[in-house]
Nanobody
Framework: QVQLVESGGGLVQAGGSLRLSCAASKNIVGPNVMGWYRQAPGKQRELVATMSSGGATNYADSVKGRFTITRDNAKNTVYLQMNSLEPEDTAVYYC??????????WGQGTQVTVSS
């Protein structure tokens, strides 16, 4: 069983930046995808950004050019650098690890609040 521990959320003014981190409790072996999803009050959970173990990235249109996902495979950690934050980015952000043809894990979530 792998646990994902997120950190870096908080309160920031519009136009500001935050960096989220998600560390896996065990070494991740095999092809996988790590990423970030978010859920705002009253809305469905949505993809923000993902990055495969091979380095391929995928972003939601709403965050392209503002958010950057990176990962450090040696530390089993994925990051989300969020710049030019908008009130619409306010949500609980969840980390996800998908091991291809194997298992799927979620973090507990971290709150990001952007004030106008």
């Amino acid at each position: 069983q792998v646990q994902l521990v997120e950190s870096g959320g908080g309160l920031v003014q519009a136009g500001g930046s935050l960096r989220l981190s998600c560390a896996a409790s065990k070494n991740i072996v095999g092809p996988n995808v790590m990423g970030w999803y978010r859920q705002a009050p009253g809305k469905q959970r949505e993809l923000v950004a993902t990055m495969s173990s091979g380095g391929a990235t995928n972003y939601a249109d709403s965050v392209k050019g503002r958010f950057t996902i990176t990962r450090d495979n040696a530390k089993n950690t994925v990051y989300l650098q969020m710049n030019s934050l908008e009130p619409e980015d306010t949500a609980v952000y969840y980390c996800r690890l998908t091991k291809i043809l194997s298992s799927d894990y979620w973090g507990q979530g971290t709150q990001v609040t952007v004030s106008s």
